[in-house]
């Protein structure tokens, strides 16, 4: 099956600064990639994908950059703010119904 | 759209009794997961459903845990009986077919 890993496990940033966070992913017939964040006490929250078909993805302050060839998918966060602490999943799906979860990022940005 | 709707949010119950989850999925969504949340396995999906019909029940640990969906708005997961290894963190999700889930706030488990 599918296996996604992701790193770094832990990231500390200043206010304002950049976080990047990347996965990899197994199985070359994966399509579907998305984003998760999840604070704490609450569910999983979806806040960018990205699809096989396109290499790069923006919303705001976010973005998603996506390699086939090498399998690997990145998360960039720019201008980090203290409401962005929280951890962050990638997932990767075949484009059924399974999604294939990373371990996740614990991101803490320091005022 | 008030998103998916899990009760309880907590639920403390002694070893041996039966547990009831429920889930009510985003309106018109006709997909819908049953997720656990350790921090050992991470997030690991029990069940996915298509149009209330039971697709893949692969990941449900025992025949402890059971998961039905009698209709489009109302699921529940059921553990009977109820261990100290299934304290967890159960989240329903639902998407509009694929795997694009939305998901609920999660109900906190523990077995004492």
């Known amino acids: 099956g599918e296996n996604v890993e992701q790193h770094p496990s832990t990231l500390s940033v200043q206010e304002g600064d950049s976080a990047v966070i990347k996965c990899t992913y197994s199985?070359?017939?994966?399509?579907?990639f998305p984003w998760y964040k999840q604070e704490l006490g609450k569910g999983p929250q979806l806040i960018i994908d990205?699809?096989?078909?396109?290499g790069e993805k923006k919303d705001q302050r976010i973005a998603v950059t996506l390699n086939k060839t090498a399998k690997h998918f990145s998360l960039h966060i720019t201008e980090t703010q203290p409401e962005d602490s929280a951890v962050y999943f990638c997932?990767?799906?075949?484009?059924?119904?399974?999604?294939?979860f990373g371990a996740g990022t614990t991101v803490t940005v320091r005022a | 759209d008030a998103g998916v709707i899990q009760s309880p949010r907590h639920e403390v119950t002694e070893m041996g009794q039966e547990v009831t989850l429920r889930c009510k999925p985003i309106?018109?969504?006709?997909?819908l997961f049953w997720y656990r949340q350790t921090m050992m396995r991470g997030l690991e999906l029990l069940i996915y459903f298509n149009n209330n019909v039971p697709i893949d029940d692969s990941g449900m640990p025992e025949d402890r845990f059971s998961a039905k969906m009698p209709n489009a708005s109302f699921s529940t997961l059921k553990i009977q009986p109820s261990e100290p290894r299934d304290s967890a963190v159960y989240f329903c999700a639902s998407s509009l077919s694929g795997p694009e889930a939305f998901f609920g706030q999660g109900t906190r488990l523990t077995v004492v």
């Open positions: 309106s018109g969504h006709n997909s």
């Open positions: 997932a990767a799906s075949t484009g059924n119904y399974k999604l294939s």
């Open positions: 990205i699809r096989s078909n396109v």
């Open positions: 199985d070359s017939a994966s399509n579907y």
